[in-house]
């Protein structure tokens, strides 16, 4: 298997330059799906839909390379299961990461109330 992410020749340690490609390329990601999710009128504003986008994405992603640096030398199944929890604690704490910045819980959050931050509304 291939490791991810790293620069070729490498293997499979995240060099800092990696670290930041792959940060950058999950912020472009993170906008694009907030992009989509605003066209299709899901959320209250972009800026409210960026700010849950950024947070999941970037949860989901520190949390898989954590897991994948962790589960390097181990085999497929322990690596697999530690990318599936990876994936779901990255989604539920970057969930709970957005709503607290909101001031709200997250059906709150979604649904709408009071914010303490009131720029994001819109």
Avoid: E
Avoid at 3 to 17: E, N
Avoid at 33 to 57: E, P, Y
Avoid at 88 to 97: I, V
Wanted: proline share 5%; with cysteine; charged share 10%.
């Amino acid at each position: 298997m291939m490791p991810y992410p790293s620069l070729p020749g490498q293997t499979g340690k995240l060099d800092p330059a990696g670290l930041v490609r792959t940060l950058l390329y999950t912020t472009l990601f993170n906008t694009a799906i907030a992009v989509l999710l605003t066209v299709i009128g899901f959320g209250h504003s972009f800026r409210h839909t960026l700010l849950f986008s950024q947070c999941i994405g970037m949860t989901i992603c520190l949390f898989v390379l954590a897991a994948w640096s962790a589960a390097r030398t181990r085999g497929s199944g322990v690596r697999t299961a530690l990318l599936g929890l990876a994936l779901t604690l990255g989604a539920l704490c970057g969930t709970a990461l957005a709503a607290g910045l909101l001031g709200a819980p997250g059906d709150r959050a979604v649904g709408g109330g009071p914010h303490r931050l009131d720029s994001l509304r819109g």
